[in-house]
C-alpha cells in the first residue's frame, strides 16, 4: 500500500489513562481517556470519533475501510493527522470520491461511544467472505491471550480490545474505550502492513451486533469471535456474508453461530 502518513500526533504524548482521586479514596485511580477527533475526506467531514487517544493513524484507515468510504488500500493516497490528534486530512483517489454521498442525517454506530458517519461510500454492499479452516484452540488461546494482555482495561477497567491472528497466530491487538475502534485499529494495521485479510480472524471483547458484523465483511475477514454473544440481525447478516460467527465462554466452551459454510445457522431454542 502506498500511502502516505503525516502523523503529527505520534510524538505529542497524547495521555490515554489520567489520575484522579475520587471521594473516599485514599489514593489517586487510572481513569480512561476519551479523545474526539474529525476525520476530514478530500476536504469534506466524513466522520467524528470519540476513541482511546493513541494509534490514530491505524483507526483512521480503518474506519475508512470498515465504513465503506473505500474499497480498497489503494484507494488511499495520503493521511494527515494534526499534531494533537483532532483532525485528520484524508486524501483518496477520485474514483473514491466519486462513490461517496451525504446522508440527510448523521448515522451513530450502536456504540459506547458518540461516533458519527456523515459521508457513505458502497455500504449497503457488502460481499460475502470466502470461508476459512480454523481451529477452536485457536479461539480459546486468542480468549486467554486477551485475559492477560489488556494494558488499558488493566488500568482502567473501561476499555475494549480486539485481536487480530492468521492461522491461530497472533499479529496485532488493540485497545479503546470502543469496540468498534479497537475493531478498526487492527483493520488499519493490516491494511498498512499488507496482511492477507482473507486468511485472518478476529477476536472482540465486545458483543457481535450488526455494525461489527458489517465491519468485519468490509475488511474481508470470515471470522468474526468474542467472549460475548451476537444480536439477531448480527447473526442474520453474518448468515448472508458467510462469516464464521463464534463466542468463547469463559469455561472455554466454543459456540458456533454460523461456521460460514451455511446459508443457514443452528436451530434457535
Known amino acids: 500500500m502506498q500511502v502516505r502518513i503525516i502523523d503529527c500526533s505520534a510524538g505529542s504524548h497524547l495521555e490515554c489513562v489520567r489520575q484522579v482521586t475520587?471521594?473516599?479514596?485514599?489514593?489517586?485511580a487510572c481513569i480512561a481517556a476519551?479523545?474526539?477527533?474529525d476525520v476530514y475526506v478530500n476536504e469534506r467531514l466524513a466522520m467524528r470519533v470519540v476513541c482511546t487517544p493513541e494509534h490514530l493513524d491505524e483507526l483512521a484507515v480503518g474506519r475508512l475501510l470498515t465504513e465503506g468510504l473505500i474499497e480498497t488500500a489503494e484507494d488511499i493516497q495520503e493521511i494527515c493527522i494534526c499534531e494533537k490528534g483532532?483532525?485528520?486530512?484524508?486524501?483518496?483517489?477520485k474514483e473514491a470520491a466519486?462513490?461517496?454521498?451525504?446522508?440527510?442525517?448523521e448515522s451513530v454506530g450502536a456504540c459506547c461511544t458518540d461516533n458519527r458517519t456523515l459521508l457513505s461510500g458502497n455500504a449497503a454492499e457488502i460481499k460475502p467472505v470466502k470461508p476459512i479452516p480454523w481451529q477452536p484452540g485457536w479461539l480459546r488461546d486468542m480468549a486467554e491471550r486477551l485475559r492477560r494482555e489488556e494494558p488499558l482495561y488493566g488500568a482502567t477497567h473501561a476499555a475494549h480490545a480486539c485481536y487480530l491472528a492468521l492461522e491461530g497466530q497472533a499479529l496485532c491487538c488493540r485497545e479503546d474505550i470502543g469496540r468498534h475502534n479497537a475493531?478498526?485499529?487492527v483493520i488499519g494495521w493490516a491494511l498498512m502492513a499488507g496482511v492477507d485479510r482473507a486468511r485472518c480472524m478476529l477476536f472482540t471483547t465486545g458483543r457481535m451486533p450488526a455494525d461489527m458484523v458489517a465491519k468485519a465483511?468490509?475488511?474481508?475477514?470470515?471470522l468474526l469471535a468474542s467472549k460475548t454473544y451476537p444480536t439477531d440481525r448480527g447473526l442474520e447478516l453474518a448468515r448472508r456474508g458467510r462469516l464464521t460467527l463464534?463466542?468463547?465462554?469463559?469455561?472455554?466452551t466454543t459456540l458456533i453461530w454460523t461456521n460460514g459454510q451455511e446459508t443457514e445457522g443452528p436451530e434457535e431454542k
Request: hydrophobic share 40%; glycine share 10%; proline share 7%.
Open 22 to 28: 475520587a471521594q473516599g479514596a485514599a489514593r489517586p
Open 34 to 37: 476519551e479523545h474526539s477527533m
Open 86 to 93: 483532532q483532525r485528520v486530512q484524508a486524501l483518496i483517489r
Open 98 to 105: 466519486a462513490r461517496l454521498t451525504a446522508g440527510q442525517a
Open 183 to 185: 475493531l478498526d485499529k
Open 217 to 222: 465483511l468490509r475488511a474481508g475477514i470470515p
Open 246 to 252: 463464534a463466542t468463547v465462554r469463559p469455561d472455554g
